[in-house]
């Protein structure tokens, strides 16, 4: 009797597929995780390209500002140039200084939360820097680096060497984005007409860090 229950192998497939059926469970377990994963990674990723879309939007809107309005002296609708943070909201109704009601309406049309839900409570600013101290001298003087002592400067050319920083700032989704600009102008003549000529300012800048190439100039009358 003993023996003949140790020579059958009923309910051996049984085992081996309990087997294998624990070994599939624990590879599907896994496999969902590597899915999961990738899926957060993936929003986090959109939310960062979404700030920087709007940094990078408010840094070209404030450089076609320039090329109307390029600050040589103190002005009440210029951008400072300061560590204070503040953050505009998309769609505000009241900006927090003329310099952001400039560019409110652009980037409100640009970036509707009605259109796109993930811009819902995005904030951003802009900060307007001297490529050198408050006295256009000092150990920054004409600076090509962005740094972010540079905010302790002046709002304007206090140096007069036609150059300029551009900080804009946002938050997207609980997601910073920073992109520095360094702004040059340069005053060209317009081309001969019957009308009285009318020097252009052309606005050339380079970005950093998040920029594999430089955006095209922008330009507009003095």
């Known amino acids: ?21 624990v070994v599939m469970f624990g590879l599907g377990v896994a496999l ?24 990078e939007s408010v840094l070209t809107s404030q450089a076609f500002v320039l090329g109307r309005n390029w600050p040589t002296t103190p002005a009440a609708g210029n ?15 009241s900006p927090s200084s003329a310099a952001s009601a400039r560019l409110q309406r652009t980037l409100d049309e640009s970036y509707d939360p009605a259109v796109d839900s993930a811009y819902t409570g995005a904030t951003w600013q802009v900060n ?44 997207v989704e609980g997601k910073k984005s920073i ?14 007409t019957t009308f009285p000529s009318t020097p252009w300012l052309v606005i050339v800048f380079s970005e950093e860090p998040r920029s594999s190439a430089s955006p095209p100039a922008t330009s507009a009358p003095r």
């Open 79 to 93: 951008p400072a140039c300061s560590t204070t943070t503040f953050g505009d909201p998309l769609g505000a109704a």
């Open 1 to 21: 009797m003993i023996r003949r229950l140790r020579e059958d192998e009923a309910g051996a497939v049984l085992i081996t597929a309990l087997l294998v059926t």
């Open 179 to 192: 992109v520095v600009g360094l702004v040059r102008a340069r005053t060209t003549p317009s081309a001969p």
């Open 128 to 171: 307007l820097c001297d490529d050198s101290d408050a006295d256009g001298a000092g150990p920054i003087a004409g600076s090509t680096v962005w740094s972010d002592s540079l905010l302790t400067g002046s709002s304007v050319d206090a140096n007069g060497n036609d150059k300029l920083w551009v900080r804009a700032e946002s938050r």
């Open 32 to 55: 969902l995780s590597i899915v999961d994963t990738q899926a957060s990674e993936s929003a986090t990723e959109r939310s960062r390209d979404r700030a920087f879309n709007l940094s």
